[in-house]
Nanobody
Framework: QLQLVESGGGLVQPGGSLRLSCTISGSTLERYAIAWFRQAPGKGREGVSCIRLKDGSVNYADSVRRRFTISSDDAKNTVYLQMNSLRPEDTAVYYC??????????????????WGQGTQVTVSS
């Protein structure tokens, strides 16, 4: 019953910006933690950022801290990932995921039960 849909990916030059959106339907956001993961070819799924809607607490991977910002708009049932100063190594398929229980740091994909279909982000000259 919980559905997540990502959007906002695309092709940008190094140093550029994108804003990803994750729209959730089937429930309200406040009971969930929403995370962004990414997966590059040949690599595992990496946790990028997470927001806990109950209190607004956030977490970032060291590789994106100070460049990416996660936020939410409860009225729109949407979580955003603002991505600035993009680098070629940020190229990946980005997924949003939801978990209704407690989460551990670092983020683990196996802890999240609901996933979107992913959106491609490519950073290249």
């Amino acid at each position: 019953q919980l559905q997540l849909v990502e959007s906002g990916g695309g092709l940008v030059q190094p140093g550029g910006s994108l804003r990803l959106s994750c729209t959730i339907s089937g429930s309200t956001l406040e009971r969930y933690a929403i995370a962004w993961f990414r997966q590059a070819p040949g690599k595992g799924r990496e946790g990028v950022s997470c927001i806990r809607l109950k209190d607004g607490s956030v977490n970032y991977a060291d590789s994106v801290r100070r460049r990416f910002t996660i936020s939410s708009d409860d009225a729109k049932n949407t979580v955003y990932l603002q991505m600035n100063s993009l680098r070629p190594e940020d190229t990946a398929v980005y997924y949003c995921a939801a978990r209704s229980g407690m989460i551990s740091i670092p983020l683990k994909a196996v802890d999240f039960g609901s996933w979107g279909q992913g959106t491609q982000v490519t950073v290249s000259s």
